[in-house]
């Protein structure tokens, strides 16, 4: 019960992220940098919120924060190999 209350609450922070910083969404930042995770299941969960569509995967998904650009957020097929899977 404790992971799917979890989820369910991650997948809703994920849906309401926002680059205003509020604290919900430096709580998934936080959680992302320190468990090397990205999105709930995977990174492709990013890709059904409205963030993604404006800004891409979250720069708290980042492998390596100096070799992840903007343009390789916003791009799937660049990010799986710079986020955290």
């Known amino acids: 019960q404790i992971?799917?209350?979890f989820e369910s609450?991650?997948?809703?922070?994920?849906?309401?992220?926002?680059?205003?910083?509020?604290?919900?969404?430096?709580?998934?930042?936080?959680?992302?940098?320190?468990?090397?995770c990205c999105g709930v299941q995977d990174y492709s969960d990013w890709e059904r919120t409205e963030y993604f569509s404006q800004r891409g995967i979250?720069?708290?998904?980042?492998k390596n924060q100096n070799d992840c650009s903007e343009e390789?957020?916003?791009?799937?097929?660049?990010?799986?190999?710079k986020v955290f899977v």
């Open 58 to 62: 979250p720069r708290s998904c980042c």
């Open 9 to 36: 609450n991650l997948n809703l922070a994920l849906k309401n992220y926002n680059v205003t910083a509020d604290r919900h969404s430096e709580a998934v930042d936080t959680i992302q940098r320190t468990l090397h």
């Open 72 to 81: 390789d957020l916003k791009d799937p097929n660049k990010a799986k190999l």
């Open 3 to 5: 992971k799917t209350n």
